[in-house]
Nanobody
Framework: EAQLVESGGGLVQAGGSLRLSCAAS????????IGWFRQAPGNERERVSC????????YYEDSVKGRFTISSDIANHTVYLQMNSLKPEDTAVYYC?????????????????????WGQGTQVTVSS
C-alpha cells in the first residue's frame, strides 16, 4: 500500500526557515510526480511546488518562487521542501501528494483531485 508521510512542520517567526520532508513508500517512486500543497483555514487547497523526476520538471507557484526550493532524494524516496523567508501568509497545513506520471507545469499536476496519494499533512505556522 502506497504511503506518504510528511514531517518538519512547526512554529517559526517571520523571516525564518523550515524544511519539510515527504517520505514515500509502497510505490514506484520514479513513476510519480510529487507535489506540495497547502491549505489554510477557509481556503481551498493550493499547489505550492511540484517535482517530476520522470520529466525532469520543477515548478513553483509565484507566491513562493525565490523563497522555496523543492528537491528529491530518489535513493531514499524522499522529497524535500526548503522554505526560507517565511511569511505569516505561508501559514497552513502542508501536504505532499503523488501523481502517476505527473508532468509538473503551469497547468499540469496542479489539480488536487488528479493526485493519487496524499500524506496526512504537517502544520506550518509563521508568526509576525
Amino acid at each position: 500500500e502506497a504511503q506518504l508521510v510528511e514531517s518538519g512542520g512547526g512554529l517559526v517567526q517571520a523571516g525564518g526557515s523550515l524544511r519539510l520532508s515527504c517520505a514515500a513508500s509502497g510505490l514506484s517512486f520514479g513513476d510519480y510526480a510529487i507535489g506540495w500543497f497547502r491549505q489554510a483555514p477557509g481556503n481551498e487547497r493550493e499547489r505550492v511546488s511540484c517535482i517530476s523526476s520522470s520529466y525532469g520538471n520543477i515548478y513553483y507557484e509565484d507566491s513562493v518562487k525565490g523563497r522555496f526550493t523543492i528537491s528529491s532524494d530518489i535513493a531514499n524516496h524522499t522529497v524535500y521542501l526548503q522554505m526560507n523567508s517565511l511569511k505569516p501568509e505561508d501559514t497552513a497545513v502542508y501536504y505532499c501528494a503523488a501523481e502517476y506520471w505527473g508532468i509538473c507545469g503551469d497547468s499540469h499536476s496542479k489539480i488536487p483531485q488528479l493526485f493519487d496519494y496524499w500524506g496526512q499533512g504537517t502544520q506550518v505556522t509563521v508568526s509576525s
